[in-house]
């Protein structure tokens, strides 16, 4: 059964660096693409980054010089990491497979960047 | 950057409609497109892969095309439960690129 699931802080300060996992299962990293989304609140669906089968990265282009991308094959698990938090970046952190496979996402995580 | 023109935001229509929906790419990207739907509160739901493929369990009243960089979303007869958000995106090169998003709403 493939599942994805986000887990991290809630609650971020500006300028503090966000971590947050994706732990997947029923599928294999090393064969398998797998996306971050965000969504501010009330707003609209924005592409985070991605982390392909063969362990490469790709980075949306106004959040690359702060956004690292990573994973643990082992223990089934991506990593986001975004230095330099700002409000702007208060949204829901999704990880998901449906950019380029099957439909499969996480629930989702709200993270807010606040003081 | 690949651009995702997404039209219209909003869209009200009645119980039975034909609607559309259109995104329009701002270069190449042929067949890779997908449609996603979003419902309040959810994770949003793949619908159409390759601009024109149903996804799995998708209803046969969605359908997708493509003529030339406009690609449409089309819902043959609407039904309660296809009010949601809609979302394009392209998948054609890095970095992905999402539509603005549709709200289809009851009119």
């Known amino acids: 059964q493939v599942q994805l699931k986000e887990s991290g802080p809630g609650l971020v300060q500006p300028s503090q660096t966000l971590s947050l996992t994706c732990t997947v299962s029923g599928f294999s990293l090393t064969s398998n693409s797998v996306h971050w989304v965000r969504q501010p609140p009330g707003k609209g669906l924005e592409w985070v980054g991605a982390?392909?089968?063969?362990?490469?990265?790709d980075y949306n282009s106004a959040l690359k010089s702060r956004l690292s991308i990573s994973r643990d094959t082992s223990k089934s698990q991506v990593f986001l990491k975004m230095n330099s938090l700002q409000t702007e970046d208060t949204a829901i952190y999704f990880c998901?497979?449906?950019?380029?496979?099957?439909?499969?996402w996480g629930q989702g995580v709200m993270v807010t960047v606040s003081s | 950057d690949i651009q995702m023109t997404q039209s219209p935001s909003s869209l009200p229509a009645s119980l039975g409609d034909r609607v559309t929906i259109t995104c329009r790419a701002s270069q190449d990207i042929g067949n890779y497109l997908r449609w996603f739907q979003q419902k309040p509160g959810k994770s949003p739901r793949l619908m159409i892969y390759?601009?024109?493929n149903l996804a799995a369990g998708v209803p046969s009243r969605f359908s997708g095309s493509r003529s030339g960089s406009d690609y449409s979303l089309t819902i043959s007869s609407l039904e309660s439960e296809d009010m949601a958000d809609y979302y394009c995106?392209?998948?054609?090169?890095?970095?992905?690129?999402f539509g603005s998003g549709t709200k289809l709403e009851i009119k």
């Open positions: 982390i392909w089968s063969g362990g490469s990265t």
């Open positions: 390759g601009a024109t």
């Open positions: 998901t497979r449906a950019l380029t496979g099957l439909d499969y």
């Open positions: 995106l392209q998948s054609k090169e890095s970095p992905f690129t």
